[in-house]
Structure formats: structure tokens, C-alpha cells
């Protein structure tokens, strides 16, 4: 009975000191991440604010989309980054390559399957930056004639002249446009 209490005592004396050692070698590293969590918001906030400040200098306030769409997608790459940077500080970094890989084949995927919003989004962004397509100008898209009444990142939308409301796919659009001679003055 003596021999099994002594075991069980240096069982616990055992997994005490086992613990304390594992929260001495992680404090480091936990302060570690505390400080790189901090510098990694403060300079991502300072990225976006670089970002989002250089597209609205290129873009009109109207076109406040593009920028809003590009600095989240910046954001989330920066966030993503920070996130498997922490995970190596923290010594996961078998976690962090395999969340990367796999990171990597999500993003084919969902790019294959939103092919067409992002074939969409892209010709609405051309759409918005060319200057003989606006809103208020009368034009031939697809078959269908009317004035252009709003210009979306994914859609466009012409009123016909029997009031009707036309709402177009921005890659269909970016096709084969064409301004109507009356807008032109021919």
C-alpha cells in the first residue's frame, strides 16, 4: 500500500512540475504573440489607411466600391497572413503551412465557383472607369436600348423608354456596348 501511495505521490509531483515547466517555456512565446497581435493591428491598420487613402485618390466618390472591395480584400490577406505568422510564433507552424495549403485550395475553388460574379465585378469595374458609359447616357447593350440609370460592380441597370427597368449582368454589357447616335449628337 506504502508503494502504491509513493507512486501515486511522484505520479503528481511528476505532472506538477511538468505543467509548470510547459507555463514557463509558453510565456515567452505568449508575450511574443501578445506583441506581434499588437504591432500586426496597428500596421494593418496603417496599410489600409494607405490603401484605402491611394483608390480614393484615383477613384471619384461615386466609384466608392472599388475601393471599399479592394481594401477588404487587402484586409483579409493581411488578417489571413497575421493569423499563420502568429500560428509559427506560437510554434504551430505545421498548423500554419497546412492551414495555408489548405487556404490555398479553398480560394481555387470558390474562385471557379464565382467565376461569374468575379467576370462581372471586373467588367463593372471597367464599366464604372470608362468615360463613354455613365449614368444618364443613352446606349445599346445586349440588344436593349435605354438610358443607363445606375452602374453597380456586378450589375447595370437602363430604363426603356416605355419606363420598363432593365437590370443587365455587367459582363454581358461589357461585351458589346454601343452609344446611341442621338447621345452623340449624330
Do not use: C, H
Amino acid at each position: 500500500m506504502q508503494a502504491s501511495a509513493g507512486f501515486l505521490t511522484e505520479l503528481v509531483r511528476e505532472t506538477t512540475v511538468g505543467i509548470q515547466q510547459g507555463l514557463v517555456n509558453a510565456v515567452p512565446k505568449l508575450v511574443m504573440a501578445l506583441v506581434f497581435l499588437t504591432v500586426a493591428y496597428v500596421g494593418i491598420k496603417i496599410a489600409l489607411g494607405i490603401v484605402r487613402g491611394a483608390l480614393d485618390a484615383v477613384y471619384p466618390a461615386e466609384q466608392d466600391l472599388i475601393v471599399n472591395l479592394a481594401t477588404t480584400v487587402v484586409g483579409v490577406f493581411l488578417w489571413f497572413a497575421a493569423a499563420l505568422a502568429l500560428l509559427k510564433i506560437l510554434g504551430l507552424g505545421d498548423i500554419a503551412a497546412s492551414l495555408g495549403t489548405a487556404a490555398g485550395f479553398i480560394a481555387l475553388g470558390i474562385s471557379y465557383a464565382l467565376s461569374g460574379m468575379i467576370a462581372d465585378t471586373v467588367a463593372g469595374v471597367y464599366l464604372l472607369r470608362d468615360p463613354d458609359f455613365n449614368p444618364g447616357d443613352r446606349v445599346t447593350a445586349d440588344g436593349t436600348t435605354g438610358e443607363v440609370r445606375d452602374i453597380g460592380l456586378r450589375k447595370s441597370r437602363f430604363k426603356l423608354d416605355d419606363g420598363d427597368t432593365v437590370v443587365m449582368s455587367n459582363s454581358a454589357v461589357e461585351k458589346k456596348w454601343t452609344v446611341d447616335a442621338d447621345e452623340t449628337g449624330g
